[in-house]
């Protein structure tokens, strides 16, 4: 035993983290700074082998102004309502840390030093849970995080994004995936090399740019180009284990967002999202869309409002990408102020207001929202179904699993959760440039 302090053992660890992490904290620390998580409705009730969410299409078409004509024997025009079940499948998503026993027997007896020394790094798997959450809500579901910028080849082991912000869902550590650019979408296989890993060593988010090398198995870290030169500047980057090739179809490895529910793009015949072919009614199956990036985003805004409310939505809020704020905001000259639903003063997002067709609509900017594209949502057609949402995992009684043939434990965190819409028409995308 060392001295000086008693060693944590399982039973003071697990109640550490008990009344470190009680319920519904792990959630808070992982929505933080996250506005579309944070204000998206949380209902964990995902049972069964997958979640059945109906959508109406239409109303029953029994109607007609000549009585004989709607209860006549042949062509009456009663049918019943048009509705459309999507049968959506949990993603799963992990993240862990590994924590040295020599450095808990050392702050065993000073509880001030093991609660920050500790709480920090697990602070930080839960954090790393949300950011990837908060991103893929907005995404396709494919688990790309960036785009070359497709100027020229990788440059060394340096590699330039086609939005410099992307950089942000980037970390140092990270190992990396890269996936092939076929007309703009990420296709195929990734490109995979056995025994060496891309990894990232170094982020500049002024240039937009990752530095990587290759962990060469048996040998010493290589600049990116050098062994792995299957990869161009014009491939769309994964964290490893995210990336799915068939995500049109199954969805099951990340969380499939707003990009894939309301695509820019409207479905085409054949359409198979969760099973349902959403051709037959593109706008109330896969919402509102408005593919002018030449305009003025507020312009936009103000014109998609106009359709929206044509249709019958009644949307209550606007996303945009921070830099989208800005430039919106300048332009109208608009009184911003500060929303401190749910927080305080010191913790709020920053909004202000359009007048559409379909009401006045407060903007607002999240960092999680892609740089080409905005949103105009209905917030309760939205929910993220889940059975479990950032949670240390505790299920089979340990708090934490002995790593074999290291003196460390391991620790868990994860979440099974994914986005549902349950009106898609009540909301809609716009581009900007």
Same mark, same amino acid.
């Given at each position: 035993?060392?001295?000086?302090?008693?060693?944590?053992?399982?039973?003071?660890?697990?109640?550490?983290?008990?009344?470190?992490?009680?319920?519904?904290?792990?959630?808070?620390?992982?929505? /933080?700074?996250?506005?579309?998580?944070?204000?998206?409705?949380?209902?964990?009730?995902?049972?069964?082998?997958?979640?059945?969410?109906?959508?109406?299409?239409?109303?029953?078409?029994?109607?007609?102004?000549?009585?004989?004509?709607?209860?006549?024997?042949?062509?009456?025009?009663?049918?019943?309502?048009?509705? /459309?079940?999507?049968?959506?499948?949990?993603?799963?998503?992990?993240?862990?840390?590994?924590?040295?026993?020599?450095?808990?027997?050392?702050?065993?007896?000073?509880?001030?030093?093991?609660?920050?020394?500790?709480?920090?790094?697990?602070?930080?798997?839960?954090?790393?849970?949300?950011?990837?959450?908060?991103?893929?809500?907005?995404?396709?579901?494919?688990?790309?995080?960036?785009?070359?910028?497709?100027?020229?080849?990788?440059?060394?082991?340096?590699?330039?994004?086609?939005?410099?912000?992307?950089?942000?869902?980037?970390?140092?550590?990270?190992?990396?995936?890269?996936?092939?650019?076929?007309?703009?979408?990420?296709?195929?296989?990734?490109?995979?090399?056995?025994?060496?890993?891309?990894?990232?060593?170094?982020?500049? #988010?002024?240039?937009?740019?990752?530095?990587?090398?290759?962990?060469?198995?048996?040998?010493?870290?290589?600049?990116?180009?050098?062994?792995?030169?299957?990869?161009?500047?014009?491939?769309?980057?994964?964290?490893?284990?995210?990336?799915?090739?068939?995500?049109?179809?199954?969805?099951?490895?990340?969380? /499939?967002?707003?990009?894939?529910?309301?695509?820019?793009?409207?479905?085409?015949?054949?359409?198979?999202?969760?099973?349902?072919?959403?051709?037959?009614?593109?706008?109330?199956?896969?919402?509102?869309?408005?593919?002018?990036?030449?305009?003025?985003?507020?312009?936009?805004?103000?014109?998609?409002?106009?359709?929206?409310?044509?249709?019958?939505? /009644?949307?209550?809020?606007?996303?945009?990408?921070?830099?989208?704020?800005?430039?919106?905001?300048?332009?109208?000259?608009?009184?911003?102020?500060?929303?401190?639903?749910?927080?305080?003063?010191?913790?709020?997002?920053?909004?202000?207001?359009?007048?559409?067709?379909?009401?006045?609509?407060?903007?607002?900017?999240?960092?999680?929202?892609? #740089?080409?594209?905005?949103?105009?949502?209905?917030?309760?057609?939205?929910?993220?179904?889940?059975?479990?949402?950032?949670?240390?995992?505790?299920?089979?009684?340990?708090?934490?699993?002995?790593?074999?043939?290291?003196?460390?434990?391991?620790?868990?965190?994860?979440?099974?959760?994914?986005?549902?819409?349950?009106?898609?028409?009540?909301?809609?995308?716009?581009?900007?440039?």
């Amino acid at each position: 035993m060392a001295a000086g302090g008693t060693a944590l053992g399982t039973i003071q660890w697990a109640a550490f983290l008990k009344e470190l992490y009680p319920d519904g904290l792990p959630e808070t620390i992982m929505m /933080r700074n996250h506005l579309f998580l944070e204000r998206i409705q949380k209902q964990g009730d995902a049972y069964g082998i997958d979640i059945v969410i109906p959508v109406t299409v239409d109303n029953p078409s029994g109607r007609s102004a000549d009585i004989a004509t709607l209860l006549g024997a042949t062509n009456s025009p009663i049918a019943p309502t048009t509705s /459309r079940a999507f049968r959506v499948v949990l993603a799963s998503d992990y993240a862990a840390t590994y924590i040295d026993e020599l450095t808990m027997r050392k702050a065993a007896n000073d509880r001030g030093a093991f609660v920050n020394a500790r709480q920090f790094e697990i602070d930080g798997i839960l954090r790393a849970l949300g950011n990837s959450m908060a991103h893929a809500l907005y995404r396709a579901g494919d688990g790309t995080i960036a785009r070359g910028d497709g100027a020229y080849s990788v440059a060394g082991n340096v590699i330039t994004f086609l939005n410099r912000p992307d950089t942000k869902f980037a970390g140092l550590g990270m190992v990396l995936d890269f996936v092939p650019n076929v007309g703009g979408t990420p296709t195929g296989t990734a490109r995979v090399v056995a025994t060496q890993r891309a990894v990232v060593t170094a982020i500049d #988010e002024d240039a937009g740019q990752l530095t990587c090398a290759l962990d060469v198995t048996g040998a010493a870290v290589v600049a990116l180009s050098t062994n792995y030169t299957a990869v161009t500047n014009a491939d769309f980057i994964a964290p490893v284990g995210d990336y799915n090739a068939n995500f049109a179809t199954t969805g099951a490895v990340k969380i /499939r967002g707003l990009a894939a529910w309301i695509p820019l793009t409207a479905p085409t015949g054949g359409d198979n999202f969760y099973g349902v072919d959403r051709s037959i009614h593109k706008t109330r199956l896969a919402g509102n869309r408005l593919n002018d990036p030449t305009a003025p985003a507020e312009d936009s805004i103000m014109a998609l409002g106009e359709v929206m409310k044509d249709r019958g939505a /009644r949307p209550d809020i606007v996303l945009v990408s921070a830099r989208q704020f800005t430039k919106i905001s300048k332009r109208m000259n608009a009184k911003v102020e500060l929303d401190t639903t749910g927080g305080d003063a010191t913790y709020g997002f920053m909004r202000f207001y359009v007048a559409t067709s379909a009401g006045i609509l407060p903007v607002y900017a999240d960092s999680d929202c892609p #740089e080409d594209r905005g949103y105009i949502l209905t917030m309760r057609t939205w929910a993220i179904k889940h059975l479990g949402l950032a949670e240390l995992v505790r299920g089979d009684g340990l708090s934490a699993l002995r790593r074999p043939g290291l003196d460390q434990i391991e620790i868990r965190a994860v979440y099974y959760a994914q986005l549902v819409c349950f009106a898609p028409g009540d909301n809609g995308v716009f581009a900007v440039s």
